[in-house]
């Protein structure tokens, strides 16, 4: 596991976003597994005008995103599709169709599960995936539990997940309550995994995800486990983990 301590948050997304470049300079028809929420924006800021300026060509890449809320449509402004078109997509020259995001208006949701794991195997498996952390350490959906779930499923969303996304719907009903998410299994079968994390409220989550035992409470554990593993941080969000003397 590589961990690059960053100063701040556009530190960490200048870096991050240079990973990813890397990548799809080395591999042009590189499958990257992507993510949502606040923490990548800044990296698909600067991959968008590396795209603009001519230094980055994603004409041959596919992507395969982590989740979505179930009963939204791509239109929505609060479905995860919407939010890679405006925040990624739109502004780099990907092939839309060559973009996947579970189908969050599936009716049968064991069968969009099923498809959406056999778009991943038809795209030969994910070559980086990108992840962010929730305050709990879980990834995608999957939040703790039991159990760590293998392939994509149908979560029902913890009134926790609901209440912290509820600020960017107009009201905590609006909020979905189920969602389609990769499994860890999928997350694990990445080539290579790119987690990261900013800010103070990660800091105990980074700390048991890294440092912790492997446990299915704290789902992003189970990456200790995978051979190739780089973690950019922010200091905000390594406080714990410098505190600890582990870093
Ligand atoms: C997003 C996702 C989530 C987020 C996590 C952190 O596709 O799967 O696990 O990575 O909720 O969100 P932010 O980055 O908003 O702190």
Redesign the pocket.
């Known amino acids: 596991m590589l961990i690059y301590a960053v100063k701040d948050y556009e530190e960490l997304s200048r870096k991050a976003a240079n990973i990813i470049a890397a990548q799809v300079i080395l591999k042009p028809t590189t499958v990257l597994g992507l993510?949502?929420?606040?923490?990548p924006v800044g990296a698909y800021q600067n991959l968008a005008e590396a795209c603009t300026k001519g230094d980055l060509d994603f004409s041959q890449v596919s992507s395969a995103?982590?989740?979505e809320y179930k009963g939204l449509s791509g239109d929505h402004d609060q479905s995860?599709r919407y939010f890679m078109n405006t925040n990624l997509f739109d502004h780099i020259n990907i092939r839309k169709e060559c973009t996947h995001v579970p189908n969050g208006l599936a009716e049968d949701a064991e069968a969009e599960c099923a498809r959406y794991d056999a778009v991943i195997e038809s795209l030969g498996g994910v070559d980086l995936q990108l992840?962010?952390?929730?305050g709990n350490g879980?990834?995608?959906?999957n939040e703790p539990n039991d159990i760590f779930k293998k392939g994509t499923h149908c979560v029902t969303l913890t009134q926790e997940t609901r209440e912290a996304n509820a600020r960017f719907f107009e009201t905590l009903d609006d909020v979905p309550t189920h969602a389609f998410t990769m499994g860890v299994g999928n997350i694990m079968a990445a080539k290579k995994v790119l987690l990261l994390a900013s800010g103070a409220g990660k800091a105990q989550a980074l700390y048991d995800s890294l440092f912790g035992p492997i446990d299915p409470k704290v789902p992003a554990s189970i990456l200790q486990l995978h051979p190739d593993v780089i973690i950019v941080a922010d200091e905000a969000a390594l406080t714990l983990i410098r505190e600890k003397g582990l870093l």
Do not use: R
């Open positions: 993510a949502t929420g606040s923490t995103n982590l989740d995860y992840l962010g952390i929730g879980y990834i995608g959906f």
